[in-house]
C-alpha cells in the first residue's frame, strides 16, 4: 500500500493508534521523508480546532526497539558504500588574477585597458566629480616585543680649515672623476693619498710656505675627515693605486698601536707622581713642595707638626698599594726586586684549607700606587716568593698546592715561563716559603744561584733551571721524639707517640757567612740547623717554641744572631751557638705572623700580629714595643717587610690592601750598634750562666 492510496482515501486519525503495527517503517519514514506530498491539503488554523488531515500531522513517539545481536549476525559481512556530499563554501573569495591561457584573458585585458584609459583621462572628464565623504578611522593597537638594547653612541671630530678645504676638494675631485667618461681619475688633480709615496696636502700655499706643517696637516685630515667613504680602491693612467682609508680604521689602528701604550703609559705615571708628590717626596726623604691651592692649608697644619718630637716613635701612614683586582684577598707574602728597588710583587692567598681560591700575583711600582704593573693568576693561593739577584726578572712563586712556578716579569703573558705541574717529585702540600740563594760551594752545576723551597709534606727541596724544571731533595725533615719528663714519684712518664715521621717544615733562612747553612722552622715548634752537604740528620735543634714557627732570619749586621716568631705569642732571639734563647719577646696574646730586621739599624725588627703592628729597639727597651699601631677594626695583619731604599715599613692585611708606614722620630742610630748589641747578647747569657 503506497502513501498516495492513504492519503486519497481521507483516512485521518485512525491510523495513530496502529502506526508501527499496521502500516509498518515505510510509512513513518516516508512521511518524514517526503513532506513535499502532503502540500495539496491546505488547513487554515483560523476556521476552527485542529483537524489532522493525514498521517503526516500525526505526532508520534518514536520507541526504539532493542535488537538481539546473535553469533551468526557477528559473522556477517555487511558492505559499506561512502559517497560524497555536498561541498559547504565557509569563505569564497574570488580571484583577482586570470591566467593569459583562460578563455576570460582576452576580455579581461580589455577592461584592463579600458580602466587605464579612463584613469589617464580623469582630469576634465564629465564621469568624475568630486565630494567629501566621512571615513572611520580604525582603532590603532600597540603590539609589544622584546629586542636588545639599542646603544647610543655620542661621536665627534674637530675639522680645521684646512680639512675643510680638503674635504670640499675631495668632493670635486670626485664629481670631475664620475663625469670622466672612462670613470678613471683626472691627470689634472694629484692624488691625495697615495700608496707608494708619502702623504701629500692639496693645499698648493701651504706647501710652498712650511714643509714641516704640509704632513700634519694631511695626517691631521684623514684622521678628521668629515667625508667618510668606504675603502676605494682605482688606477689612474700610470697604474698608481689610490687607498682611501675611512676613520675608523685609522682610530682602530692608533689605539693598537705599542706607541700609544707606552706614552700612555708614562702619562700615567706623570699624573699619579703628581697626585702623590707629598706622600712620594715623604718616602724618598725629599723636600716636599707645597701646592699652591693648599698653601694656606699647609700653613694651618704647620703647628700641629712641631709637636711630633713630643710625641715620640710613630708611625705615618702615606699610602695603600690596591686596587679592585685585590680587593677582599688575603696578602700572603712581599718580595722587594733586587735590583729595582721601586719594584715590589705581592701574592694574595688564603691560608686555611676550607678558605681557598684562585691565588693573584701582583707587580707594583712605586711611581703607580693605584694599579699594578703586571698582574698573573694563579689556580690556587699564593703562600711565598723570591726574585732572583742574578736574573732579576725572574720571579719564583710557591702556591698553596705545592706548585712552584717562575714567572718573567717582563713578559704580559699571564702564564708562568716554568713550573713543577709536571714534575714528579713535586711538593705536596703547601710551599710555605722558596728563597733564591747563591751557593759558592760545590762544582759544576752545583755552584750558581739555586732556588730553595721548603713545604708541609716535610722536604726541603732545590730546584734546578736545566733542561726542564729538576728537583732534588737537600733534607727530609723528621719529627724529634721529646724527652719524657719525670713523675713525682721519680718515675719516667710516658713519651709521645708520633702519627707521622716528618716534620712540617714552615719557614728557612741561609746563614749569611755559610751557603752551606741553613735553618728550618717546623710546625712543632722546633728549630733544626742542617747542612746542604749531609741530609741524613740534623746538625743541631734549637728548643724554645711551643707552636708553628713562621718565621726566622738571620741579622744583617750579626751574622751568628737571628730572629724567630711563632703561634706562641713569642719573638724569640737566637745565637748560633746556643741552643736556647737568648731574649724572648712577648707583648700580646696574638699569633706573631711575621718578623723582620730592620736593614739601617742593627737594634731595630719589626714584627706584625692579627691586631698590631710593633716596632723594638732592642737598644732603647727590651721589654716593650717603642711603636705599637692598630688596624682598623675587623682587619688581620698577615706580613710586614722593611723598604730596602727608605725609613719605611710595608704592611699586609686580610683586606688586599699593602699599607705604607713611614718611620717617624726614631731614635739616632749610633756608629758603635752592632757592639752594643753584641753587648747585650754577652750580658744576657753571662746572666743566665750564672742562675745556672
Aim: proline share 4%; hydrophobic share 30%; glycine share 6%.
Amino acid at each position: 500500500m503506497s502513501q498516495n492510496s492513504i492519503y486519497q482515501t481521507g483516512t485521518t486519525s485512525f491510523a495513530a493508534p496502529f502506526r508501527r503495527s499496521i502500516f509498518g517503517t515505510s510509512i513513518t519514514q516516508s512521511g518524514r521523508s517526503t513532506p513535499e506530498s502532503f502540500t495539496d491539503v491546505i488547513i487554515d488554523s483560523h476556521e476552527g480546532p485542529d483537524i489532522v488531515t493525514g498521517l503526516g500531522d500525526v505526532q508520534t513517539r518514536r520507541e526504539e526497539v532493542a535488537e538481539t545481536v546473535t553469533e551468526a549476525d557477528l559473522d556477517k559481512i555487511h558492505e559499506i558504500t561512502l559517497s560524497e556530499t555536498n561541498t559547504f563554501w565557509l569563505l569564497d573569495m574570488n580571484g583577482v588574477c586570470v591566467s593569459i591561457e583562460s578563455d576570460d584573458a582576452t576580455e579581461v585585458k580589455t577592461r584592463n585597458d579600458q580602466y587605464k584609459q579612463l584613469c589617464l583621462a580623469r582630469e576634465g572628464n564629465d564621469r568624475y566629480m568630486d565630494r567629501g565623504m566621512q571615513s572611520f578611522n580604525e582603532a590603532l593597537k600597540n603590539k609589544e616585543i622584546q629586542t636588545s638594547k639599542v646603544a647610543m653612541i655620542d661621536e665627534e671630530s674637530t675639522a680645521c680649515t684646512w680639512d675643510m678645504y680638503d674635504t670640499y676638494q675631495d668632493l670635486e675631485n670626485k664629481q670631475k672623476d664620475e663625469a670622466l667618461p672612462g670613470g678613471g681619475v683626472s691627470s689634472e688633480t694629484p692624488p691625495q693619498h697615495v700608496e707608494s709615496g708619502e702623504p701629500q696636502n692639496s693645499n698648493k700655499q701651504q706647501q710652498t710656505t712650511g714643509g714641516s706643517m704640509t704632513d700634519a696637516g694631511s695626517k691631521t685630515s684623514m684622521l678628521t675627515s668629515i667625508a667618510e667613504s668606504s675603502v676605494d680602491l682605482s688606477e689612474n693612467a700610470k697604474g698608481t693605486t689610490l687607498r682611501r682609508v675611512t676613520t675608523s680604521t685609522v682610530d682602530d689602528t692608533v689605539l693598537q698601536s705599542e706607541s700609544l701604550k707606552k706614552n700612555l703609559f708614562v702619562m700615567e705615571r706623570v699624573v699619579t707622581l703628581n697626585i702623590f708628590q707629598p706622600k712620594q717626596a715623604a718616602y724618598r726623604g725629599l723636600p716636599i713642595i707645597l701646592d699652591i691651592d693648599r698653601e694656606t692649608a699647609a700653613e694651618e697644619e704647620s703647628p700641629s707638626n712641631m709637636n711630633l718630637t713630643q710625641i715620640g716613635p710613630n708611625l705615618d701612614r702615606l699610602w695603600a698599594f690596591s686596587c679592585n683586582l685585590t680587593k677582599g684577598r688575603n696578602v700572603s707574602c712581599i718580595a722587594w726586586n733586587k735590583t729595582n728597588h721601586d719594584l715590589l710583587a705581592v701574592g694574595y692567598g688564603q691560608f686555611g684549607f676550607s678558605e681557598q681560591k684562585g691565588g693573584l700575583v701582583c707587580c707594583w711600582s712605586l711611581k703607580n700606587p693605584e694599579y699594578p704593573e703586571r698582574v698573573f693568576h694563579c689556580e690556587a693561593g699564593v703562600t711565598s716568593m723570591d726574585f732572583s739577584a742574578n736574573n732579576p726578572n725572574l720571579l719564583a712563586i710557591g702556591l698553596y698546592d705545592g706548585t712552584v712556578a717562575i714567572y718573567n716579569v717582563r713578559s704580559t703573558k699571564d702564564e708562568p715561563a716554568l713550573d713543577s705541574y709536571e714534575s714528579k717529585a713535586k711538593h705536596s702540600s703547601p710551599v710555605w716559603e722558596l728563597k733564591w740563594i747563591e751557593k759558592d760551594r760545590g762544582s759544576g752545576d752545583e755552584k750558581g744561584e739555586m732556588l730553595i723551597s721548603i713545604s708541609t709534606d716535610g722536604r726541603v727541596s732545590q730546584w734546578q733551571i736545566r733542561k726542564g724544571f729538576e728537583c732534588a731533595d737537600l733534607m727530609k725533615l723528621k719529627r724529634v721524639v721529646t724527652k719524657s719528663r719525670k713523675n713525682k714519684d721519680g718515675r719516667e712518664g710516658k713519651s709521645e707517640a708520633l702519627i707521622s715521621r716528618h716534620a712540617s717544615g714552615l719557614c728557612f733562612d741561609f746563614s749569611p757567612k755559610d751557603s752551606n747553612i741553613y735553618l728550618a722552622g717546623t710546625e712543632d715548634g722546633l728549630i733544626h740547623k742542617c747542612s746542604c752537604s749531609y741530609n741524613e740528620q740534623y746538625l743541631d735543634s734549637y728548643h724554645g717554641h711551643t707552636g708553628p714557627v713562621n718565621r726566622i732570619e738571620w741579622s744583617p749586621f750579626l751574622p751568628d744572631v737571628f730572629l724567630s716568631c711563632s703561634n706562641d705569642w713569642s719573638i724569640r732571639l737566637w745565637q748560633n751557638d746556643h741552643l736556647q734563647p737568648v731574649l724572648n719577646f712577648f707583648s700580646s696574646t696574638k699569633s706573631v705572623m711575621d718578623v723582620c730586621w730592620s736593614p739601617t739599624s742593627a737594634s731595630v725588627f719589626g714584627c706584625v700580629n692579627e691586631g698590631a703592628i710593633e716596632i723594638w729597639d732592642l737598644d732603647q727597651n727590651t721589654l716593650d714595643p717603642i711603636i705599637v699601631s692598630v688596624p682598623a677594626p675587623g682587619v688581620k695583619l698577615s706580613c710586614l717587610t722593611f723598604a730596602i731604599n727608605s725609613d719605611c715599613i710595608l704592611v699586609g692585611d686580610s683586606e688586599g690592601q699593602v699599607s705604607v708606614f713611614q718611620l717617624r722620630c726614631m731614635p739616632s742610630v749610633a756608629k758603635d750598634q752592632t757592639e752594643k748589641l753584641s753587648r747585650l747578647i754577652e750580658q744576657t747569657l753571662a746572666s743566665q750562666l750564672s742562675k745556672h
